[in-house]
């Protein structure tokens, strides 16, 4: 990219000529098969794009190397050629034990990170027991009421070997605790336990729902889990910021990512005010999107989303990136 | 920007289910072209119940083949300057912006999510999806073209039927071999604590979990500090 002016000028009339000479007679010999052609989440698509498309583009500037601001070509500087991605196949079924003997099964059959889906009782804050818990047991994810069905979930599996990804937002400090509570005990040090607790309310108000408490108490347990991640978990993420459940809720890809970066900058901006140092917290806040079936919409929805946060993170708060964006 | 993704479960059918082995499988390289960090991928038969071990399998089998016979993270991002790729990039990154912008005169995210605003947002663009699939404006395949009537041919997961037997007594012998003052001094701290908006509250929720405190408990403790919360009524 980048154009040389008379370059693109010279393209345009290009351009032109073929639409009225190679265009014009293919469409009268065989008109195109839709009127529109729309994406996914119903954007327009024109029939072919050219550099007349991007005429401002300017490489450095907007895509950069992968590795360096603003980041959309990716935050690794050799992009999956030197780190795999994660393969993290999310599952939870029944009791902990159950769910334990999927995790041992997927470890062995390659997946390299565990991802755990808890039942509703337990994303809802109900112990098993619990008459609101009454015919949900272990439909929708692994039941965890204790400390002790948090050991029996990672029982055999070496927790300073895996990261450990956890889908709980309400109750999501207290379930950190039981993890953390159970490294404790087996005598690992908090400190080097890796994973992700999902932990952002935000979209639990605004698409999934499994909300409990009032907005600003639920803000101030978030900010509480990036505080004490920022102090005592480093390698942790503390939230997952997510587009995944408000897209499953109907919405656009724009709307997914809008919605979620709007929610990360929420939290940055609490963690702020908390009087946490945006240079240690902000590289422990992780994302999370859903990839939809419309192929080139999701991937440019992906970059855009790093280059968009790249972006806010320098300039409206003036943060030092260092690699990874 | 670390991220993780899933594949969409909205896009699983349960009518031919293995189709959706084709679904995930695009949508699992769109994800590693987008250039994620961590990948799920969906299994076939989650339209219909929790994943079987066999569905499971392939879905981290369509990962492995990506990721070790298609070539494609050979290179790093190989849609890098591709016009449309480009142009949509950019196209999306203006759309953001001008969804920032609304936020920003509704007062902030806080005051939005009480406004509805997402929550209505969202339903359009739902409802306007749904006519135009009822009207057959897109076509899901399986779903509305391409039917068959062919009866269903998978393996579902059984669940251990004594499962919630098994949690229940468990939670009860919990309850019966652990400290009860040791319990009721972790509730109290924690208690004091939602009450002084200075404390940081994991320290008291490690305490809680250190003594055996169920989640139930801890919650709703918490509850009692914080109250509930209640949709607005506008949507």
């Known amino acids: ?325 | 920007m670390r991220f993780h993704t899933q594949t969409a479960g909205v896009a699983l059918t349960a009518q031919q289910p293995e189709v959706n082995v084709v679904r995930v499988a695009i949508q699992a390289l769109a994800a590693v072209l987008g250039g994620t960090q961590s990948l799920h991928t969906n299994s076939l038969d989650e339209a219909l119940a929790l994943p079987s071990e066999h569905a499971v399998r392939i879905a981290l089998r369509t990962q492995q083949v990506i990721a070790e016979e298609t070539g494609v993270a050979n290179t790093v991002d190989p849609l890098g300057g591709s016009y449309f790729v480009e142009a949509l990039t950019d196209q999306t990154e203006a759309e953001v912006y001008a969804y920032f912008r609304r936020i920003d005169e509704i007062g902030g995210v806080l005051p939005a999510i009480e406004a509805g605003f997402f929550q209505q947002e969202i339903a359009d663009a739902s409802y306007r999806h749904q006519q135009e699939v009822d009207r057959g404006d897109r076509t899901i395949v399986g779903v509305n073209r391409y039917v068959t009537d062919e009866p269903l041919n998978i393996p579902i997961l059984e669940m251990d039927p004594n499962g919630y037997q098994r949690q229940v007594e468990r939670l009860r012998r919990l309850r019966e071999r652990r400290d009860p003052v040791r319990v009721e001094q972790a509730l109290n701290r924690l208690r004091n604590a939602c009450d002084d908006q200075h404390e940081n509250l994991m320290p008291y929720l490690l305490d809680a979990a250190r003594s055996d405190v169920t989640l139930g408990e801890t919650m709703a403790v918490m509850k009692q500090a914080f109250g509930l919360y209640q949709e607005p009524m506008s949507i």
Request: hydrophobic share 40%; charged share 25%.
């Open chain 1, 1 to 325: 990219m980048t154009f040389d002016r008379e370059k693109l000028t010279q393209h345009r009339a290009n351009r032109e000529a073929w639409e009225r000479e190679t265009l014009g007679p293919t469409l009268d010999k065989l008109p195109e098969r839709k009127d529109r052609f729309v994406t996914q989440s119903s954007v327009p698509i024109n029939r072919l794009y050219t550099p007349a498309d991007v005429p401002d583009h300017d490489y450095d500037r907007d895509l950069g190397n992968p590795g360096a601001y603003p980041f959309t070509r990716g935050i690794h500087a050799t992009g999956h050629r030197g780190r795999q991605w994660t393969m993290r196949m999310f599952a939870g079924f029944g009791v902990a034990e159950e769910t334990n003997a999927r995790f041992k099964y997927l470890i062995s059959e390659g997946n390299m990170g565990l991802s755990v889906a808890f039942d509703l009782p337990t994303l809802m804050g109900y112990d098993t027991d619990a008459p609101e818990a009454l015919g949900e047991f272990g439909s929708c994810g692994v039941a965890v009421s204790s400390l002790e069905d948090m050991e029996i979930l990672f029982d055999g599996i070496p927790l300073e070997q895996v990261t450990t990804s956890m889908t709980i937002n309400s109750p999501a400090a207290v379930l950190w605790a039981y993890y953390i509570a159970m490294a404790e005990k087996r005598g690992i040090d908090p400190a080097r336990l890796r994973g992700t607790l999902q932990n952002d309310i935000l979209k639990e108000f605004i698409a999934q729902k499994e909300y409990v408490f009032p907005p600003k108490p639920s803000m101030r347990l978030v900010t509480d889990t990036i505080e004490y991640g920022t102090r005592h978990l480093p390698e942790w993420n503390t939230v997952s910021i997510s587009g995944y459940h408000i897209r499953e809720a109907g919405s656009t890809a724009v709307q997914e990512l809008a919605f979620t970066l709007a929610d990360g900058l929420e939290y940055v901006r609490w963690s702020l005010e908390r009087g946490l140092d945006i240079d240690e917290f902000a590289p422990r806040l992780s994302f999370f999107f859903n990839c939809h079936n419309d192929f080139f919409e999701e991937i440019a929805k992906m970059r855009a989303a790093r280059r968009i946060w790249a972006r806010e993170m320098r300039e409206t708060f003036k943060r030092v990136i260092r690699g990874r964006g």
